[in-house]
């Protein structure tokens, strides 16, 4: 009821139509001749920009793939694919509102999103944990009362550390950075001790760092966050083609040739190796393809 | 719109915690209020002095604060912020670079303030210089001819006509430090766009978040506009043309 | 961090060229629509009828209440109802810049126009000139006139705010310079860098408002 009525209300608001949803995504598509992806600068190295500022990584050629598979059902092979660039922020409002089809980040699959948006099949895990200098000779959370902690603005490592603190009584000074690469920026301007981040994109941005020896990743896991593509809720037909292609790749083996190449061998723009194997319950859920939320792990 | 609306979100409980998202948003419109403010009083001071230098016969002294104007108004506030807060510390000497860094009581908070402060100093010290200007010429020299140094002119003579001259577009200045406080989330002060952020995050109703954080700078540039209006009623002065509006 | 590296400027060349010169397509473009709209603002908020001066005056103080950066937002997540599809950051952005510079605009005009002498008026109309005519051939262009300098400060105001695309993802420069930056990981080159530039360019400008000022001082 309260639902309808804010709906409506917003409606009268804008007075104009709604976006015409109830007809999927797929006749969209093909509607509109084209496919909007959205993307992530630097989500390393699952979706972010290489030299030439075009959009690479894990998720993109995952994407990629799901792409085609709309080509060969719609029998659009000239669809136009488009990239538009989201943020944490922005991106589920994007979806929602028609301006993204598909996201392509690292957006962690949880209960409070699947009530905005559907999730494809979990083809990430990452560990929420944090990045020090090696210098500093910190190896557990529990080492960092009263020390400045950064994390960035916006994610869920905030509510995990704020939740830790609680329980273990410990009191960091918590400083935010707008984006991964200013909370980095704080750990290597010692502005902060240590960055509790997805340990993927940790290892993205020590690898690309000045001085990649200088730090470690350490302490205990934070969280497990399964990592999906992201669409819009409520179009089955849709949902259906993206999760049949993501687990067509996972039953025959390609997930794991895109897992090696973007995480087990050197990856532009520096050509570094993150050298970061599949995690146990990647590896089960390659086996056994599921879209539940973190909370059932 | 495949959108999940609940109007109820400002009343839930965060994850992690026992506030409520509408304690978030009140602490944010307090940071925000701080900022806006401290940034705004360090603009009057080094706005009205520096616009007064460059009325100075002197020429060095007038293109000291030329420069000061040029140099915070041509650069982007997002870019000042930035550069403030990871660079100007590295040119401290180590220990004092760490301890801005580290020990330093609000550092986000005070970097904020002062860059705020000096971007928004520039453009008053524009408005003040043109207040100035504007005044006859004999205000100057009926002042001088009367025995008053040069500062004693500009303090009992000057100055007092001036400002009351500049109240209407010092009101936009006033409200655009509000507006421009917005970007103090990007070195993390936890004011409202920063909690706007927060709670998009922690509760997945994006739209309802930025609904409220909008109204809310809306009522903070309203009230300053407000406020300059009741400043500018009470202190016009006498014979000059009064602007409406 | 110690050591700069400023190497990196070198391969950010071509992507600072191509943010720059969508900085400057929407400040330009930002800048003759909001001028154009805000001159058709400013003439609804000045005119006699009743209804149409204060909608546009409510729309004037709306925008200028609200921080550019969420108008920015909402300006994207509201476009694709009104037009039916998506259109894209940049386009957005553009949209955007010109409703709400055209706010800003507007208030200026506003002011040139009640600055221009009645006496201009009358005379135009004891010519027989009609009302329009003596708004487009006497009033405005001395209005423009006036408000030159004032209008291309506006515009240098302007041309700095066009950072804060950032928020939806429109590749302007200091976007171009980020990701450069993160790519490298040599942000605080990067951001020295774009800097110097907005600054190069607002200097210049502001040089130009000032030769300018000297030479439109109508002398009285």
């Known amino acids: 009821m309260h639902r309808r009525l804010s709906t409506t209300l917003f409606l009268v608001l804008l007075a104009v139509p709604a976006f015409a949803q109830d007809s999927g995504t797929l006749k969209k598509i093909r509607d509109s001749g084209g496919i909007t992806l959205g993307i992530r600068e630097s989500s390393y190295p699952l979706s972010y920009l290489d030299e030439k500022q075009q959009p690479i990584g894990y998720h993109i050629d995952i994407c990629n793939r799901i792409v085609d598979a709309v080509k060969a059902k719609l029998k659009l092979p000239a669809l136009k694919v488009t990239h538009q660039a989201v943020t944490s922020q922005n991106r589920i409002p994007l979806v929602s509102n028609g301006t993204v089809d598909l996201e392509c980040g690292s957006t962690t699959n949880n209960e409070a999103r699947q009530k905005q948006v559907a999730f494809a099949p979990t083809t990430f895990v990452t560990n929420v944990r944090m990045a020090v200098k090696k210098a500093s000779g910190i190896q557990s959370l529990g080492q960092l009362g009263g020390k400045p902690v950064a994390t960035t603005t916006g994610t869920t490592s905030v509510q995990l550390m704020r939740a830790h603190e609680k329980g273990k009584g410990i009191d960091f000074k918590e400083v935010y950075g707008k984006d991964h690469a200013d909370s980095f920026l704080m750990l290597e301007t010692d502005r902060a001790v240590a960055f509790v981040m997805d340990d993927n994109l940790l290892a993205g941005l020590i690898a690309t760092s000045k001085a990649p020896n200088n730090y470690a990743i350490v302490g205990e896991v934070l969280s497990i966050e399964p990592i999906a593509i992201m669409l819009r809720r409520g179009d089955p037909e849709f949902k259906k083609l993206v999760d049949d292609t993501v687990k067509g790749l996972m039953k025959k083996g390609e997930i794991d040739k895109l897992y090696a190449r973007w995480f087990m061998s050197p990856i532009p723009p520096r050509q570094v190796n993150l050298n970061f194997p599949k995690s146990e319950l990647l590896k089960f859920l390659i086996e056994s393809p599921s879209d539940a939320p973190a909370e059932s792990y | 719109m495949n959108y999940h609306w609940n109007w109820g979100v400002f009343g839930e409980q965060v994850k992690a915690g026992e506030e409520t998202y509408l304690d978030w948003l009140i602490t944010g419109l307090g940071w925000t209020l701080a900022v806006s403010l401290?940034?705004?009083?360090?603009?009057?001071?080094?706005?009205?002095?520096?616009?007064?230098?460059?009325?100075?016969?002197s020429r060095p002294?007038?293109?000291?604060?030329?420069?000061?104007?040029?140099?915070?108004?041509?650069?982007?506030?997002l870019v000042q912020m930035f550069l403030w807060f990871f660079v100007v510390p590295e040119f401290l000497p180590p220990d004092w670079g760490l301890w801005v860094k580290q020990e330093m009581p609000a550092k986000e908070f005070a970097t904020a303030a002062l860059c705020l402060g000096f971007f928004t100093s520039a453009r008053v010290a524009e408005q003040v210089r043109a207040g100035i200007g504007s005044l006859p010429r004999g205000q100057r020299d009926a002042a001088l001819a009367l025995g008053l140094t040069l500062p004693q002119a500009y303090r009992h003579v000057i100055l007092p006509q001036a400002l009351r001259i500049v109240i209407p577009p010092l009101t936009s200045e006033?409200?655009?430090?509000?507006?421009?406080?917005?970007?103090?989330?990007?070195?993390?002060?936890?004011?409202?766009?920063?909690?706007?952020r927060q709670m998009?995050?922690?509760?997945?109703?994006?739209i309802e978040t930025y609904l409220a954080v909008t109204l809310l700078y809306f009522i903070c540039a309203f009230t300053a506009n407000r406020g300059m209006a009741w400043i500018e009623a009470r202190t016009r002065v006498p014979g000059l043309i009064a602007r409406t509006s | 961090m110690g050591e700069f590296d400023f190497t990196v400027w070198g391969p950010s060349l071509p992507f600072i060229r191509d943010g720059l010169l969508f900085t400057l397509r929407l400040t330009l473009i930002a800048m003759s629509g909001g001028i154009f709209f805000g001159t058709l603002l400013a003439l609804a908020r000045l005119s006699p009828f009743k209804p149409l001066s204060l909608a546009a005056g409510a729309y004037v103080d709306t925008m200028r209440s609200i921080p550019l950066v969420l108008v920015i937002l909402w300006f994207f997540l509201v476009i694709p109802f009104i037009t039916g599809t998506p259109v894209g950051a940049e386009t957005s952005a553009i949209i955007t810049f010109t409703a709400f510079e055209a706010a800003f605009y507007c208030e200026i005009m506003r002011s040139g126009i009640q600055s221009v002498p009645r006496g201009q008026v009358w005379a135009a109309q004891a010519l027989g000139l009609t009302q329009a005519q003596t708004m487009i051939h006497v009033v405005l262009p001395q209005a423009l006139r006036n408000m030159l300098p004032v209008l291309l400060t506006q515009t240098i105001v302007l041309f700095q705010d066009t950072s804060l695309v950032y928020a939806i993802g429109a590749k302007d420069m200091l976007k171009a310079a980020d990701v450069v930056g993160k790519n490298y990981n040599r942000p605080v080159e990067m951001i020295v860098l774009s800097a110097l530039i907005y600054f190069a360019i607002c200097f210049s400008l502001s040089l130009a408002v000032r030769q300018l000022q000297k030479r439109v001082a109508i002398v009285r």
């Open chain 2, 174 to 196: 006033f409200m655009n430090v509000f507006k421009n406080s917005s970007i103090a989330f990007a070195i993390g002060v936890m004011e409202l766009t920063f909690q706007a």
């Open chain 2, 200 to 206: 998009q995050e922690d509760s997945e109703q994006g």
């Open chain 2, 38 to 57: 401290a940034a705004w009083l360090l603009a009057l001071l080094i706005g009205i002095a520096v616009g007064a230098l460059r009325t100075a016969p």
């Open chain 2, 61 to 77: 002294i007038a293109l000291l604060g030329t420069a000061w104007v040029e140099l915070f108004r041509n650069i982007p506030l």
